[in-house]
Every structure is written in structure tokens, then in C-alpha cells.
């Protein structure tokens, strides 16, 4: 387990992660919405990332933090973090970002 607001239970009943409440149900997570949510992409241009994000989520309000680089450069991640308001918003949103042509991977 570990500490503060990201926390995980190790018995994989219950996750709690950025306000997101995670519960087994049937094996499959019950989400409990409204939650904030993170998606992570991964492209090669780094500015172009920042425009297919800021496409998607025009109108609304996220933190784009600049996640990760590959040792040579080439890929880089940026976290996504906003608010959902239901399932199909969340799979929308990702759905929408997975479609851009300078996002390659949508965690």
C-alpha cells in the first residue's frame, strides 16, 4: 500500500487513484463518476502532442504535464489529467485522442 491520495489496496477490491474510486464488480472496475481521470500519450513531436490535446479537450479544462523522453529522443509521453463525467465521456475522450495522427499510444 502506499501513501497519500494515490493509493492501491493489494487485495484488488478497491483502488483509489486522483479521486477515481475503483471497485471489483464481476471482475470488471466499477468507476464512480464524476472522477478525475489520466490518460498518457505518446507521439515523436512534443508540440504536436500539445495541439492533438488541446483539439480534443477545446472547451475543456485538464493539466498537460510533459511525462516522459526516450533515451534517444525520439518518443515522448505527456499526461493527460481531467475531469469525466461518465463511462461513454471517458471512452469518448480516449477515443478522440486515439484518432489524432501525432498521438501514436493512448494509455
Known amino acids: 500500500m502506499r501513501d497519500g491520495k494515490s493509493r492501491t489496496i493489494k487485495s ?3 483502488a483509489r487513484r486522483r479521486g477515481a474510486t475503483l471497485v471489483k464488480k464481476n471482475g ?9 481521470w489520466v490518460y498518457t500519450v505518446i507521439g515523436t513531436d512534443r ?5 492533438a490535446v488541446e483539439d480534443v479537450f477545446r472547451e475543456r479544462q485538464c493539466s498537460v504535464v510533459l ?28 477515443e478522440r485522442l486515439s484518432v489524432q495522427d501525432e498521438i501514436r499510444v493512448v494509455l
Open 12 to 14: 484488488g477490491r478497491i
Open 67 to 94: 511525462s516522459k523522453t526516450s533515451a534517444a529522443g525520439t518518443y515522448c509521453s505527456l499526461r493527460v489529467e481531467a475531469e469525466v463525467f461518465s463511462d461513454d465521456d471517458r471512452t469518448d475522450l480516449f
Open 47 to 51: 508540440d504536436a502532442l500539445h495541439k
Open 28 to 36: 470488471k472496475p466499477v468507476i464512480e463518476y464524476p472522477c478525475e
